[in-house]
C-alpha cells in the first residue's frame, strides 16, 4: 500500500478532488513528499530569525485538525498553516489602491485546480469555474505560475532544463520579431492595442541597419528622446500609463531536431527574450548565455549577426538571404522553424492575450517551459510528425516549484 501512495500521479481534475474528498492527511502527505510545504515546522515566533537563538525553548510544532483542516501549533499555542513557508501558496499580489496587502485568499484545493488548468492552457474564465474562484483570482494565479517559469529560466542550477542550448552537430535558428501592434488614436485622444493591425516592422535602408547594428545610432536616438521628453511635458504627465506597454522587440531562438531526434521523442525547444535594441552588442550577448559552444546557427542577413562566427565559443553561421528566397538552394539553410513560433506567439500575446504589459517576460518564459512538454509522435511511415502534450505535465511542474522554491 506504501508503494502504491508513493508511486500516486494527478493527472486530471478529478484526481484532484479526490485527494482532497480523502481529507486532510492525505493531502498533506501528497504535498510534502512532492517537496511543496514542509513536512516538519519550527516556530518562528519562538525562534526569531533576527534575535538571538534560545536553546532552551522548544520551538517544535506539531500537527492539529481544526474544522477538517491540519495546522501547526507548538507549545506556547502559536499556530500556522500546512502552507506556512510555500513561497507559491503563500504568494501576495501588489497592493492595492488602498494601500492593503491583496493576499492569496485561495484554498488548496483551489490552487491545485488552478494549476492544472494552466498546464492545459484553459482559459481564465474555464479555469475559474471549475476551481469556483472569481476570474481575478484565476488570473493572478496563472500570474505566479508564470513566474515560477521565469525564475526556472534564470536558476539553471535548480533547472537542468534552462542549461545552453544546441552543442557540437545540433542546429539552432534565431531571429528577431516585433509582436506589438499599431497604436490607433480615438476620438477622445487615446488609444488601444488593435490585434488586427500586426505589422512586420520596416528595417530600414541598409545604411540605417549597419547604423543600428553596429550602435552608432546614437544621435537619432538621443533626438527621438528630447522629442518625447518635450512632448511628455506638454501631455502633463500622461506617459505614466504607457508603462504597461510591452517591449517593442522579442528575440528567439530554436533548439531544431532531427527526424531521427523527433522520433526519440526529444521536444523542439523554444525561447523568447525581451530586448529594447536590435543591436550586436545585445543580441550576442544573448546568445552566448544561452547557446553552447560549437553549435550551428542559422538566421538572416541582419546586419547584427555577422560577427556570430568570430566569439571565442566557435559557432558555426550560416545565413539565408530573405529578400532573394526563403531557403538557400545551395545551402538548405533556412529560418522556417523559428518563423513558424512567431505566429504562435503573436495569437498567444496580441491577439489572446490582447497585450500583456509588463508580464511579457512571464508570458515568454511560460512559451519556454511548455515547449518542453509537446513531445513530438512520429507517423506510422515515419516521415512526418505531430506534438503531443506531455500527459505528466502537471506532475512536471510541481516538481519545478520544489525545485525553484525550496523550502
Known amino acids: 500500500?506504501?508503494?502504491?501512495?508513493?508511486?500516486?500521479?494527478?493527472?486530471?481534475?478529478?484526481?484532484?478532488?479526490?485527494?482532497?474528498y480523502e481529507g486532510p492527511d492525505a493531502v498533506f502527505q501528497f504535498l510534502s513528499r512532492e517537496g511543496l510545504i514542509l513536512a516538519n515546522m519550527l516556530c518562528d515566533k519562538c525562534i526569531p530569525l533576527d534575535g538571538p537563538v534560545n536553546t532552551e525553548v522548544d520551538a517544535?510544532?506539531?500537527?492539529?485538525?481544526?474544522?477538517?483542516?491540519?495546522?501547526?501549533?507548538?507549545?506556547?499555542?502559536?499556530?500556522?498553516?500546512?502552507?506556512?513557508?510555500?513561497?507559491?501558496?503563500?504568494?501576495?499580489h501588489a497592493t492595492t489602491a488602498n494601500g492593503r496587502n491583496n493576499s492569496n485568499r485561495l484554498s488548496l484545493e483551489q490552487?491545485?485546480?488552478?494549476?492544472?488548468?494552466?498546464?492545459?492552457?484553459?482559459?481564465?474564465?474555464?479555469?475559474?469555474?471549475?476551481?469556483?474562484?472569481?476570474?481575478?483570482?484565476?488570473?493572478?494565479?496563472?500570474?505566479?505560475?508564470?513566474?515560477?517559469?521565469y525564475a526556472a529560466l534564470d536558476d539553471r542550477e535548480a533547472c537542468a532544463e534552462a542549461g545552453p542550448m544546441g552543442g557540437t552537430g545540433h542546429l539552432v535558428q534565431i531571429d528577431e520579431?516585433?509582436?506589438?501592434?499599431?497604436?490607433?488614436?480615438?476620438?477622445n485622444g487615446l488609444g488601444r492595442l488593435r490585434p488586427g493591425d500586426l505589422q512586420e516592422a520596416h528595417r530600414g535602408t541598409p545604411e540605417e541597419q549597419a547604423a543600428l547594428a553596429d550602435g552608432t545610432a546614437a544621435d537619432l536616438v538621443e533626438e527621438e528622446e528630447e522629442g518625447e521628453e518635450v512632448e511628455g511635458d506638454e501631455e502633463g504627465g500622461e506617459e505614466e500609463g504607457n508603462n504597461e506597454e510591452p517591449s517593442g522587440w522579442v528575440f528567439g531562438l530554436v533548439w531544431w531536431r532531427s527526424?531521427?531526434?523527433?522520433?526519440?521523442?526529444?521536444?523542439?525547444?523554444?525561447?523568447?527574450?525581451?530586448?529594447q535594441k536590435r543591436d550586436a552588442e545585445t543580441l550576442l550577448n544573448l546568445i552566448r548565455s544561452h547557446v553552447a559552444p560549437g553549435t550551428q546557427i542559422w538566421s538572416d542577413c541582419w546586419r547584427a549577426y555577422m560577427r556570430i562566427d568570430q566569439l571565442p565559443e566557435g559557432y558555426i553561421h550560416l545565413t539565408v538571404n530573405h529578400s532573394e528566397f526563403y531557403v538557400d538552394e545551395n545551402t538548405g539553410?533556412?529560418?522556417?522553424?523559428?518563423?513558424?513560433?512567431?505566429?504562435?506567439?503573436r495569437h498567444n500575446i496580441c491577439r489572446t492575450k490582447r497585450g500583456v504589459g509588463k508580464e511579457l517576460s512571464f508570458h515568454l518564459a511560460e512559451l519556454w517551459w511548455k515547449s518542453l512538454q509537446h513531445i513530438p509522435v512520429p507517423s506510422r511511415d515515419g516521415r512526418t510528425n505531430r506534438t503531443f502534450r506531455d500527459t505528466r505535465i502537471f506532475m512536471k511542474f510541481l516538481n519545478l516549484i520544489s525545485r525553484v522554491y525550496v523550502l
Not at 2 to 18: G, K, P, T
Open 177 to 187: 520579431c516585433s509582436i506589438k501592434a499599431r497604436k490607433k488614436r480615438g476620438a
Open 259 to 275: 527526424l531521427e531526434e523527433k522520433r526519440q521523442r526529444i521536444p523542439q525547444e523554444t525561447r523568447f527574450f525581451t530586448v
Open 111 to 149: 490552487m491545485m485546480i488552478l494549476t492544472w488548468c494552466w498546464c492545459w492552457d484553459n482559459t481564465p474564465e474555464s479555469a475559474a469555474q471549475n476551481a469556483g474562484c472569481n476570474i481575478k483570482g484565476a488570473l493572478g494565479h496563472y500570474s505566479q505560475c508564470r513566474r515560477v517559469c
Open 60 to 92: 517544535e510544532m506539531k500537527l492539529f485538525r481544526r474544522n477538517s483542516e491540519l495546522r501547526w501549533r507548538c507549545k506556547a499555542r502559536h499556530e500556522r498553516t500546512i502552507r506556512h513557508h510555500s513561497e507559491f501558496f503563500t504568494w501576495e
Open 1 to 20: 500500500m506504501a508503494e502504491v501512495e508513493a508511486a500516486r500521479e494527478l493527472s486530471n481534475i478529478r484526481d484532484i478532488v479526490n485527494l482532497f
Open 333 to 345: 539553410v533556412n529560418t522556417n522553424a523559428v518563423e513558424a513560433s512567431w505566429s504562435r506567439l
